[in-house]
């Protein structure tokens, strides 16, 4: 066994916009028959995903954040049987973080569906001296502490 579990799907998922009902599209052409499908796929193999937003306007990407749209958005992960969401924090006031994950919190619990939550949350605080763990343990499974890993040997 391989000890992996889990397939996680990063930003650029989506389409560039919502869709007249204000719901996130999946990419066509990317996943032809639906995130769904593509659950409920991974999960016949025994597996389980992960998909990727942000808690702004829009994901790092530029696609559209969650920001407006929470508890709609969750509430797709959950009817798409998605096991783990990454909320990044690309595109919002830091300040907003302290009610916005929590809400996200929330709405994720009103799903009914037990869904891992991944939060970004301390990695966009620049005072590291002044990060909120006790409010981001009580409000996320996991969370990011910095910035992505760079190549840079210099």
Excluded at 9 to 14: E, L, R, S
Excluded at 94 to 118: C, D, H, M, Q, W
Excluded at 141 to 150: F, M, T, V
Aim: hydrophobic share 30%; charged share 25%.
């Amino acid at each position: 066994s391989s000890g992996i579990n889990a397939e996680y799907g990063d930003d650029c998922w989506m389409e560039r916009e919502r869709g007249a009902d204000g719901k996130l599209v999946p990419n066509p052409e990317l996943f032809p028959e639906g995130i769904a499908a593509l659950a409920d796929a991974i999960h016949s193999m025994g597996l389980k995903i992960g998909i990727y937003e942000d808690y702004g306007t829009k994901t790092c990407g530029g696609y559209p954040g969650t920001k407006d749209h929470i508890e709609d958005d969750v509430n797709l992960f959950a009817s798409w049987g998605i096991d783990s969401l990454k909320l990044d924090g690309c595109y919002c006031n830091t300040s907003e973080f302290s009610t916005g994950y929590p809400a996200v919190t929330k709405a994720l619990n009103a799903t009914g569906r037990p869904i891992l939550y991944s939060c970004s949350w301390p990695a966009y605080l620049h005072d590291k001296d002044k990060v909120p763990y006790g409010d981001i343990a009580e409000n996320c499974n996991l969370w990011r502490n910095y910035a992505d890993i760079q190549d840079s040997w210099d």
